[in-house]
């Protein structure tokens, strides 16, 4: 019997999706049909009716139709007043839904930041919550203790949007059994386990302190320029976007879109800091170590970086 997956689409922007739809070599289709996975229902890929899609979800709700896993794309909406009546199914709260799908599923799975902790909603009127954490509070909408039909807790596959990769690596490890080692926000450790800095382009700059403060140039975006990538866990500069890129590698700052944080609530494109030194520091990293480290790797900066930083 195939495998099988319900999408659904809550309080978010379909960025997920969106960047689900450009995954390539292989692609979604391609991986779908490899590994026997049927997708039940996704909002972009369905052609159900209004009332066969209703019969489908009575049919996994009332446990006459196996589900193996729910995948929730954007937050759950609970407001107003925790009624969840700004985010509607057939009249009823999106969010009870999700909760009887959730309790009959084999696994569930949170696509992005805004299933994941909640993300942009948090503490604004529509009271958004992630499925198994609220920012980096334990509990969200399921609460702590939730654990699928398969014994798992949610598993959180964050960014805004989620690597398309990332989500078919899930997706196919659910389907093959193998077994995903999370870390403490649930996010499995094989995408997680690292910081985007890792395999970042500008790395050698970063190490010297060769530094940019303007758009343009080669140096590392970490001192003035509001660069996440020695703070967020993410594979950005490891699993390449579009099989290529990634927002450092271009000269954009990571705006640390993993985090339970994100989205910021200070600008993004600066580097809170004191005398130059970023007020948020790596994870670990003690900051009278970090001052003298960095102080000493700035004046050992080799000319072939600090000439090369400015050059087109
Ligand atoms: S630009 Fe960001 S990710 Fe790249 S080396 Fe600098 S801090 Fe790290």
């Not at 049919?59 to 969840?84: F, H, M, N």
């Not at 450790?189 to 403060?213: A, K």
């Not at 927002?247 to 609530?265: A, H, L, M, N």
Request: glycine fraction near 14%.
């Amino acid at each position: 019997m195939s495998f099988s997956v319900y999408w659904l689409q809550s309080g978010g922007c379909g960025g997920d999706t969106m960047a689900l739809l450009s995954a390539s070599s292989p692609s979604l289709l391609d991986l779908l049909s490899a590994l026997d996975i049927e997708v039940l229902w996704h909002p972009s890929l369905s052609n159900l009716s209004a009332g066969e899609h209703q019969a489908l979800l009575d049919a996994i709700i009332s446990g006459r139709r196996p589900l193996d896993v729910l995948v929730v794309e954007g937050a759950v909406i609970r407001g107003p007043a925790g009624t969840g009546l700004f985010d509607r199914w057939n009249g009823r709260p999106k969010k009870d839904l999700i909760a009887e799908l959730a309790h009959r599923a084999g696994f569930v799975v949170a696509a992005g930041t805004c299933a994941s902790f909640g993300g942009l909603g948090v503490g604004a009127e529509i009271e958004a919550t992630g499925l198994q954490f609220k920012g980096h509070e334990p509990g969200g909408f399921l609460g702590s203790g939730f654990r699928s039909a398969r014994g798992l807790p949610v598993l959180n596959l964050s960014g805004c949007p989620v690597h398309a990769e990332v989500v078919l690596g899930a997706l196919s490890a659910l389907a093959e059994g193998v077994r995903l080692d999370l870390d403490g926000l649930n996010r499995p450790l094989e995408w997680f386990g690292t910081l985007v800095h890792q395999g970042c382009s500008r790395n050698e700059y970063h190490e010297f302190r060769v530094e940019e403060q303007d758009f343009g140039g080669r140096g590392c975006l970490f001192f003035h320029m509001g660069c996440h990538g020695p703070l967020a866990y993410g594979p950005c500069n490891k699993l390449l976007w579009s099989k290529g890129t990634s927002k450092p590698r271009v000269g954009v700052p990571c705006f640390g879109c993993t985090e339970p944080d994100f989205p910021q609530r200070s600008p993004f494109f600066v580097t809170p800091n004191v005398e130059g030194i970023p007020l948020n520091l790596p994870p670990g990293v003690r900051r009278a170590h970090y001052m003298v480290y960095k102080g000493m790797a700035a004046v050992a900066a080799p000319e072939r970086l600090t000439e090369r930083q400015n050059r087109v």
